[in-house]
């Protein structure tokens, strides 16, 4: 997954295309990619996963959920839900998010778009001429799990961002990325001074997931924890 900053003096970000506003704020790294890491991480072995992911995602009620991107508790996950048989594939947004100890307003939670399908991801954000996509490896062998993102295309081409995710039910995540792409956050945390982006996301419910019944949380104050 990768961030977007639709307003880079308000340090908005829309969390599938990291873009325009994320080279004007310095906080990708510029200059040659460096693979180092996803090259390791495909060494750790099967539970390695390669995906396509979008960036960017849930829209909710904008103040109600402020806490989603700070609280430090675990929100409750349904008792009967395996992560493994947690799918990816949907349209995505976020529902709280916090950059550089920042919370991000409304506007630009709503302008984000996450879509993921059959291994790509492509995350679009209202009002900009571009979207990003590329691809990400999962590391499920290590707590928190990991995931190293590579955009293969619009504004963060051959990037490489560097996160940790964690799954909050059958419908939600939160995912904490290193925009600097140097290190793996430690902590589901984005105090102000780090290149810290923390996100809670909740699958939308589409035309094609019709057929699937998403159970919404009677208490969704917590679901980026």
Known sequence: ???????????????????????????????????????????????????????????????????????????????????????????????GAMLRGTLLPPSALQAITLTIKNGTY???????????????????TVTPKRMAIQSMSGPNQGKIILAIYEIKGENAMRVCYDLSGDAFPTAFKAPKGSHLYLAGYRRQQTEDSDDKQIRPKPDCTSDAE
Request: charged letters at 25%; a negative charge.
């Open 1 to 95: 997954m990768s961030a977007y900053f639709a307003n880079a003096d308000q340090q908005t970000v829309a969390h599938g295309a990291v873009g325009r506003a994320v080279s004007e704020i310095n906080v990708v790294r510029r200059g040659p990619v460096n693979l180092a890491v996803p090259r390791l991480m495909r060494n750790t072995g099967a539970t390695m996963k390669k995906c396509l992911l979008a960036l960017l995602l849930f829209v909710f009620a904008p103040y109600n959920y402020a806490d989603d991107a700070t609280t430090q508790n675990p929100s409750t996950v349904d008792k009967d839900f395996s992560e493994t048989d947690f799918e990816y594939d949907g349209v995505w947004k976020p529902k």
């Open 122 to 140: 492509e995350v679009t954000v209202t009002g900009e001429d571009h979207s990003d996509k590329g691809s990400f490896m999962l590391d499920e």
